[in-house]
């Protein structure tokens, strides 16, 4: 149980163009959703929280207007990474909470976004 | 200073060896503490889970918070070339769930 998947796993785009990753929990319902990047040997850094039906939570310094964060269901939320800059290129997680235990986050597999 | 410390090794050690993993944190008003597990380029995989001070185990590998102490420590038994990875240390308070990671500790298990 608590599966969560990411979707694409891999991209590569051109610079300017915008990129969906879809983050989804697979056997449970998540109140929450969490979005992360990483960079090489590096931690994870936590760049907003969305709960389902509202708007998401940012923390300082992600831009919200850069990382559009969509969470229509309670088994999906969506990043998108608009006009990406090369600077963008990095590891992307969500996680989810849910499931039987309220209090942990269950993470995807990650998305690795390279900007060209 | 960071709110969660953890020393980013990396930590080598011979198969089959006892290995003890260590994050030390500010805030006393952690309350939820967890250790996760994550392989090269992929996401982070919980290990284990542990609610205010105690010890916890669960096979092969068990969980320590001494509050006091403001320390938490993951140790492995009978340590395999698979257990080679990151580990991170990640905690939170009650209210907000938002978990705060250590930079993770870098093990390597020698055959």
């Known amino acids: 149980g608590a599966v969560v998947s990411q979707h694409p796993s891999w991209v590569i785009c051109k610079s300017g163009t915008s990129v969906k990753i879809e983050c989804r929990s697979l056997?449970?319902?998540?109140?929450?959703m969490f979005w992360y990047r990483q960079f090489p040997k590096q931690s994870l850094m936590l760049m907003a929280t969305?709960?389902?039906?509202?708007?998401?939570?940012?923390e300082q310094g992600v831009e919200k207007d850069k990382f559009l964060i969509n969470h229509a269901s309670l088994t999906l939320s969506t990043l998108t990474v608009t006009s990406a800059h090369p600077e963008d290129s990095s590891f992307y997680i969500c996680?989810?909470?849910?499931?039987?235990?309220?209090?942990?986050?269950?993470f995807g597999p990650g998305t690795r976004l390279l900007v060209l | 200073q960071k709110e969660v410390e953890q020393d980013p090794g990396p930590l080598s050690v011979p198969e089959g060896a006892i290995v003890s993993l260590n994050c030390t944190y500010s805030?006393?008003?952690?309350?939820?503490f967890m250790w996760y597990r994550q392989y090269s380029r992929k996401g982070p995989e919980l290990l284990m889970y542990?609610?205010?001070?105690g010890n916890k185990e669960d096979g092969r590998f068990t969980a320590q918070v001494d509050k006091s102490s403001k320390y938490i420590s993951l140790f492995i038994r009978d340590s395999q070339p698979s257990d080679s990875a990151t580990y991170l240390c990640?905690?939170?308070?009650?209210?907000?769930?938002?978990?705060?990671f250590g930079s993770g500790t870098r093990l390597l298990v020698r055959p």
């Open positions: 969305s709960n389902e039906g509202s708007k998401a939570t940012y």
């Open positions: 990640a905690m939170s308070e009650d209210s907000s769930y938002k978990l705060i």
């Open positions: 996680s989810a909470r849910g499931g039987r235990s309220q209090e942990t986050q269950y």
């Open positions: 805030n006393s008003a952690f309350q939820y």
């Open positions: 056997d449970f319902q998540a109140t929450t």
């Open positions: 542990t609610y205010s001070s």
